[in-house]
């Protein structure tokens, strides 16, 4: 089967633009910005590749060359959820797009080309639609087969002249010059080890040859060689709308009305998901006010939202992140969905916590957000930087990772109860001197006495000291401190901490 001509919109370094077009503060598109995956830099703003930062760079390699670089973690999520829009923008104008990648796409060039008058006017009507929507650069192949097309946008256009049309019948001319390595496949690293480092050389080659070698692949490697690549362009099924937008007219000053007119929104949001047999498990909330800021946040729920659950997050945002002018638009988006088959009651309903949900979710709905949180335990050295406490159904997000070394860190069981503030203690001996740690970690004395919060209790028995250092190359935060763990003789155990000759009490044993 011959190739049929197919147009390819290609975005260069998406990733760097989904970045910078995501979430309420991102990144000025003018600084140096590097997208890391796998400790290499996979995409690369102007301004980075203008320092000579390349992909493929280790990440300290292009740190050496750009000091000022601004590395982020590369994020398939962010890339696919940004590029959605742009594909909706180019099937309004050409519907039957396959997305091949993030910022890479593709369609039949015939039906484009009789409608606006050729495949040059297409290209240039699609190039300057994502213009308008805000993709600065684009870049539009014209050719036999996708694959075709998709070298000729990646390799021969510039900012300046963003559109190459390959004329039809000239693809194996076009791609002869071309690098092996655009083939990106593991097999063709072994042509150049062969003495072939263009297409032209491998499209030279008896096909047969190739299967004999490399089989299935080999084939296909060489079809693509010698542009004849027949895969069809296979067009995406547009996924349905599940999001819903509020749009209130004059703006809403008070968060009770705007919560009031996302009412019937929330509940079509939910029955739009449940026709499709589907639950929000994640939503993201966008709000805009009428000056044009924004507020943007995702919510998670421990099980599955309804339409109250929807409002409350609503309620809730504008509390926590006020705007600075009334709401002027309400976008709720479902960020992530699960089968309801995976959210239905059993037979016997689901006990104990189904109980608790209901009841912690009703409590929280009365008091706010933040009125009903979990404790957890994160990382740190010191008990009350470790615990940490999230609200009702939110992403466990601490500040320190707990999986990471922490010298010095208590080992477990852990106190239950932990101070946020350290009670003042003192410890002495039998002759009523304050016990103390010398500089080489050793007790000055025999502990006989432990006085907590002014009530003195003798010493059944203790264990210690456990030395605590942190930050010794900063004079300004350097601590040092050791840890005493102590028996009174009511049968009470304390967690002592000795520092700088003064002692206080950071957790208790219950």
């Not at 940490?388 to 069981?413: C, E, I, M, N, S």
């Not at 000055?444 to 264990?463: D, L, M, N, Y």
Request: proline fraction near 8%.
């Amino acid at each position: 089967m011959s190739p049929v001509r197919c147009l390819v919109a290609w975005v260069p370094d998406w990733p760097v633009v989904a970045l910078t077009r995501d979430g309420d503060d991102p990144p000025d598109p003018d600084l140096p910005i590097a997208v890391v995956g796998d400790g290499a830099i996979t995409a690369c703003s102007a301004a980075a590749r203008a320092e000579g930062v390349a992909r493929g760079q280790r990440r300290r390699d292009a740190q050496a060359r750009c000091p000022q670089l601004v590395v982020v973690a590369a994020e398939p999520a962010r890339d696919q959820r940004v590029f959605a829009p742009v594909i909706a923008r180019l099937e309004q104008l050409a519907p039957g797009v396959q997305q091949i990648e993030p910022g890479l796409c593709a369609l039949r060039a015939r039906g484009p080309a009789r409608y606006y008058g050729g495949e040059a006017a297409a290209a240039t009507v699609l190039s300057g639609a994502l213009q308008d929507s805000g993709v600065a650069d684009v870049r539009i192949g014209v050719a036999d087969g996708p694959f075709t097309a998709e070298q000729a946008a990646r390799s021969t256009t510039t900012r300046d002249d963003p559109i190459r049309i390959v004329p039809e019948g000239a693809a194996a001319a076009f791609l002869a010059p071309l690098s092996v390595a655009v083939l990106d496949d593991e097999t063709a690293s072994l042509f150049a080890r062969l003495g072939l480092h263009s297409l032209g050389q491998v499209a030279a080659i008896d096909p047969a040859r190739l299967v004999e070698r490399f089989g299935a692949r080999g084939a296909r490697l060489h079809a693509l060689a010698a542009g004849l690549d027949s895969r069809p362009v296979t067009p995406r099924t547009p996924p349905a709308e599940l999001d819903r937008v509020v749009e209130f007219e004059p703006p809403r000053e008070l968060a009770e009305q705007v919560a009031f007119g996302m009412r019937i929104t929330a509940e079509e949001f939910i029955a739009g998901l449940g026709a499709l047999d589907l639950v929000c498990t994640e939503l993201r909330v966008r709000i805009t006010g009428d000056r044009g800021e924004s507020s943007d946040r995702v919510w998670l729920h421990p099980g599955a939202f309804d339409a109250g659950g929807v409002i409350d997050r609503v309620r809730w945002q504008l509390a926590e992140q006020r705007l600075s002018s009334a709401v002027q638009r309400v976008r709720i988006v479902p960020e992530a969905v699960d089968a309801a088959s995976h959210h239905t009651a059993t037979l016997f309903g689901s006990g104990p916590e189904e109980k608790v949900h209901h009841a912690l979710s009703r409590v929280q709905a009365m008091l706010g957000h933040r009125g009903v949180v979990t404790a957890t335990v994160g990382g740190g050295r010191w008990l009350n930087e470790r615990q940490t406490l999230v609200p009702w159904g939110d992403r466990v997000a601490t500040l320190h990772d707990r999986a990471r070394p922490w010298p010095g860190r208590l080992p477990d069981p852990l106190p239950a109860t932990v101070y946020s503030t350290p009670v003042p203690a003192a410890v002495t001996d039998s002759d009523a001197d304050m016990v103390a740690v010398d500089e080489r970690g050793e007790i000055t004395a025999e502990p006989a006495t432990v006085v907590v919060a002014g009530r003195p209790q003798r010493i059944r028995t203790w264990a210690g000291p456990w030395p605590l250092v942190e930050r010794g190359w900063d004079p300004a935060r350097a601590r040092r401190a050791h840890r005493f763990q102590v028996v009174d003789e009511t049968g009470v155990a304390w967690l002592l901490v000795c520092e700088d000759g003064a002692w206080s009490a950071e957790a208790r044993y219950d």
